[in-house]
């Protein structure tokens, strides 16, 4: 732009606006952009192209509507001038003059506004889903009052080492266990993918194993003891697979085909999971040993099984995990995420703040000699500061509010693509709080912005200002 500045134009002492050619060249572009995200969004998220390419189209959709931002901003700004009028008065027509006298740069801070709050939200509402997903996950599928283990399983794996042979028939002994699951966690093949095999007795109800995506609990305890398979939803869309459909294992003796009888959301080896019956695992496999067992304890002895546990636990070596332990282990790691998240948030926040005190700060360097002028004739600092400070509330208003709105879109078109990734969809949740607060977050951060300027406007010397060039 400044390569092509006219000579006479750049010994002008106001700069002629380009407020037409703004508009004029980003509209039509904007107009291209927002169906053309859109259109991105709806194939990708329809798995015919590859993961990622939902970002790029929520990327170009966010840009196109930023282009569209020219077009409307002289008009909200005129509607937000009237409606500050009645508490702000002749400052907010003032502020609006001058936000509309550049529109490019009004443009370019309402847009960095606009796409700090509609990532940061959308994100935000993304993770406390899959936050949420988790949740579901491990209240539902990991399933027991204590786990007994020889030590912590591998996170990737689940695999752990294992437990000597005389382990059960002691635990056995203790009185007040209602029910006593051995696990053992194998690797295994599945064609080309490597899978964790997940071998149990599954002993208890037939709805407190998994967390299911298709099937019902009434087919799947019934379903593995007849020699079925649960199959984890990740590896279920890797494999093209579902519920009737056979999935190939290998074994020493060959491949064989087992039926699925559901499938379920899990998060253990990446869900690259297999859940089969013992008997089974044995039979066709040869699986032995143990590298847990699922303590379930009788109603009322939850505490009396508990001392039992830890004391034959620290006499052999053994380590004794409590189903509250566990969970409390999950959600550190959880938590470890969401403080990621509002780190995040802040960095988004800051970024936003440094685009308007710039905004602003060259706004009141244009207005200098006009700011002196006002002064001369009985403006006073308090309505200079007004004056700014209607600034930054429109600033804040046009890109927050419809920034806001499209950060609840973010956060619904990028649970779409979760699909491709965990073979079933996110739940998706609209959260009013969630987007209020970071509404109500972002206008504080803008009028806060302003302080500084208005200050500095407030404080101008009438004699520099009137000779400001």
């Given at each position: 732009r400044a390569s092509l500045v006219e000579p006479l134009e750049a010994m002008r002492a106001i700069e002629v606006q380009h407020n037409d050619e703004v508009i004029r060249r980003a509209t039509p572009l904007g107009f291209v952009l927002v169906p053309l995200g859109l259109g991105l969004l709806w194939v990708t998220t329809s798995v015919w192209l590859p993961l990622g390419a939902d970002i790029v189209a929520i990327v170009i959709l966010l840009l196109g509507c930023v282009l569209l931002i020219p077009v409307l901003i002289t008009r909200v700004a005129s509607w937000l001038a009237s409606g500050l009028g009645w508490f702000l008065g002749v400052e907010?027509?003032?502020?609006?003059?001058?936000?509309?006298?550049?529109?490019?740069?009004?443009?370019?801070?309402?847009?960095?506004?606009?796409?700090?709050?509609?990532?940061?939200?959308?994100?935000?509402?993304?993770?406390?889903?899959?936050?949420?997903?988790i949740t579901n996950?491990?209240?539902?599928?990991?399933?027991?009052?204590?786990f007994v283990r020889a030590s912590m399983p591998d996170l990737a794996t689940g695999s752990a080492a294992d437990l000597p042979e005389e382990t059960g028939e002691q635990l056995k002994k203790i009185d007040g266990i209602e029910s006593l699951d051995?696990?053992?966690?194998?690797?295994?093949?599945?064609?080309?993918?490597?899978?964790?095999?997940?071998?149990?007795?599954?002993?208890?109800?037939?709805?407190?194993?998994?967390?299911?995506?298709?099937?019902?609990?009434?087919?799947?305890?019934?379903?593995?003891?007849a020699g079925k398979v649960v199959v984890g939803s990740v590896l279920a869309e890797r494999l093209a697979i579902g519920v009737g459909d056979k999935i190939p294992i290998e074994t020493s003796d060959g491949t064989v085909q087992l039926e699925v009888v559901a499938t379920a959301n899990d998060y253990l080896a990446g869900g690259l999971t297999i859940y089969m019956i013992r008997d089974e695992a044995r039979k066709l496999m040869g699986v032995s040993g143990v590298d847990a067992y699922v303590v379930q304890a009788a109603p009322?002895?939850?505490?009396?099984?508990?001392?039992?546990?830890?004391?034959?636990?620290?006499?052999?070596?053994?380590?004794?995990?409590?189903?509250?332990?566990?969970?409390?282990?999950?959600?550190?790691?959880?938590?470890?995420?969401?403080a990621s998240l509002w780190m995040l948030l802040g960095l988004g926040c800051a970024i936003a703040t440094m685009g308007l005190v710039n905004t602003l700060t060259m706004n009141i360097l244009?207005?200098?000699?006009?700011?002196?002028?006002?002064?001369?004739?009985?403006?006073?600092r308090r309505q200079v500061r007004r004056m700014?400070?209607?600034?930054?509330?429109?600033?804040?208003?046009?890109?927050?509010?419809?920034?806001?709105?499209?950060?609840?879109?973010?956060?619904?078109a990028i649970g779409l693509?979760?699909?491709?990734?965990?073979?079933?969809?996110?739940?998706?949740?609209?959260?009013?709080?969630?987007?209020?607060?970071?509404?109500?977050?972002?206008?504080?951060?803008?009028?806060?912005?302003?302080?500084?300027?208005?200050?500095?406007a407030a404080r101008l010397r009438l004699s520099s200002a009137l000779h400001y060039e």
């Open positions: 907010a027509k003032l502020a609006q003059k001058q936000l509309t006298r550049h529109i490019g740069r009004t443009t370019l801070t309402v847009g960095v506004l606009f796409i700090a709050i509609s990532t940061s939200a959308g994100m935000a509402g993304n993770v406390l889903d899959n936050v949420l997903n996950w491990y209240s539902r599928s990991i399933i027991g009052d204590f051995p696990m053992r966690f194998v690797n295994a093949q599945s064609g080309e993918q490597s899978v964790l095999l997940i071998v149990q007795d599954f002993l208890g109800a037939p709805d407190t194993f998994f967390d299911l995506v298709n099937g019902t609990s009434a087919d799947v305890v019934a379903g593995l003891r009322g002895k939850l505490t009396e099984v508990e001392k039992s546990l830890r004391d034959y636990c620290q006499a052999h070596g053994l380590l004794l995990q409590s189903y509250a332990d566990l969970v409390k282990y999950i959600d550190k790691m959880i938590n470890g995420v969401i244009e207005q200098t000699r006009e700011i002196g002028m006002l002064r001369t004739i009985a403006m006073t700014i400070f209607a600034q930054a509330t429109m600033l804040g208003v046009i890109g927050l509010i419809p920034g806001a709105i499209a950060g609840v879109f973010v956060s619904w693509s979760s699909q491709a990734v965990l073979g079933h969809a996110v739940t998706y949740q609209f959260r009013p709080g969630l987007v209020l607060g970071c509404l109500l977050v972002g206008l504080l951060v803008v009028m806060l912005s302003s302080l500084i300027p208005a200050e500095r």
